[in-house]
C-alpha cells in the first residue's frame, strides 16, 4: 500500500508471505524522521538517494548512497535525512530465525543467529544483490526467483559481513541431482514452482542445489527455467497462438513481463519474432 506523506514524500510497506513475512519498506523522504524505535528481525537496507544519519549504539553514523545499513534484532535506532534534499532507501525486516537457516544451509551444520557489528558497510556486490532482491519481492511473482535471490544475497551478505567467520561447506560436482532438478523443470516448465519443490525432487538442501546448478550450468535455476518457457513461448507463437495466450499458456504474469523477459533471451519482441 503506497501513501503520500507529505509533498514529495512517498513510502511503500509490504510483506513477502513466501519468505516468513518478510517485510520490506522503499521510502523517499525529506523531513521524515524516525522516533526511537527497534525491529523483532534483522534491518537490512540500501540508501539509494541522499544520505541516512542516524542514533545506533550510543554513536551517530552515517549512511551514504550506496551503503548497506545493517541492524541487528531488538536494537534501538532511529533514522533522518542529512539535509534537506532528504533520502531514498530500500529495508526489509528479516526474521532471526530465517537467517539462522541461511548459516545453517551455508555450513551444513547447526548454527547460531549471525551478528553484525558493522552497522553501515559498503560492498557494492552485495548491495547489487540486495537491490535486485528488494525490487523482485516488490514486483516478481516467481516464488523461485524471489526464494533463490533472497538465498543468494543472504548468503553473500552473512559470509562477507557476520561477525563469526562462516566456514562454506563444499559441494562434490553432483551431476545426478542436476539432472533430477532439470527433469523436474522439463515436466513443470510452466508451474510457479518454489525452491524447496525443486531441491526436493533434485534431493538437496535449496542452498547446495543453488550452488551445485550454478557450477553445472552457468546460470541460476530461476533463469533456466524463464529459459525453458521462452522455448515453449517460441514454440506456441510459431503454431499462431496470441502473444497474450502465450504468455498466459507459459506462466508469464502478463504480456508486458512476457514480452520483456522474451526479448532478454531472443533479441527482438514477440511481435517481431512472428
Known amino acids: 500500500m503506497s501513501e503520500c506523506l507529505k509533498q514529495k514524500e512517498i513510502a511503500k510497506y509490504w510483506s513477502a508471505e513466501d519468505l516468513g513475512d518478510l517485510e520490506c519498506l522503499y521510502a523517499e523522504y525529506l523531513t521524515f524522521s524516525f522516533a ?47 539535509d534537506a534534499s532528504g533520502w531514498t532507501f530500500r529495508i526489509m525486516y528479516v526474521d532471526p530465525e530465517l537467517m539462522r537457516r541461511v548459516r545453517e544451509e551455508l555450513t551444513g551444520k547447526t548454527s547460531d543467529i549471525p551478528f553484525f557489528s558493522k552497522t553501515v558497510v559498503r560492498d557494492d556486490s552485495t548491495a547489487r544483490r540486495i537491490l535486485r532482491l528488494h525490487r523482485a519481492l516488490e514486483n516478481s511473482t516467481s516464488h523461485l526467483e ?79 527455467q524463464t529459459q525453458l518457457r521462452i522455448e515453449s513461448a517460441k514454440r506456441l ?17 502478463d504480456q508486458p513481463h512476457f514480452s520483456k523477459q522474451f526479448k532478454r533471451y531472443v533479441g527482438v519482441t514477440p511481435r517481431q519474432f512472428l
Open 36 to 82: 526511537p524505535h527497534f525491529h523483532e528481525g534483522f534491518a537490512i537496507g540500501i540508501v539509494e538517494r541522499g544520505a541516512d544519519v542516524f542514533d545506533y549504539r550510543g554513536a551517530e553514523r552515517i549512511a551514504a548512497a550506496g551503503d548497506i545499513m545493517l541492524i541487528n534484532p531488538s536494537e534501538v535506532h532511529t533514522g533522518h535525512a542529512i
Open 237 to 253: 507463437l510459431r503454431a499462431d497462438f496470441s502473444i497474450t495466450q502465450v504468455a498466459l499458456a507459459t506462466g508469464f504474469f
Open 146 to 224: 524471489r526464494e533463490s535471490l533472497f538465498m543468494l544475497a543472504m548468503m553473500q551478505l552473512i559470509t562477507r559481513h557476520a561477525d563469526s567467520k562462516t566456514e562454506v561447506k563444499r559441494t562434490g560436482k553432483e551431476h545426478a541431482a542436476v539432472a533430477r532438478a532439470r527433469e523436474y523443470f522439463r515436466a513443470n516448465t510452466c508451474e510457479d514452482i518454489t525452491l524447496t519443490d525443486l531441491a526436493n525432487a533434485a534431493f538437496l538442501s535449496p542452498f547446495h542445489l543453488l550452488r551445485v546448478f550454478r557450477e553445472e550450468t552457468g546460470i541460476t535455476p530461476h533463469a533456466y
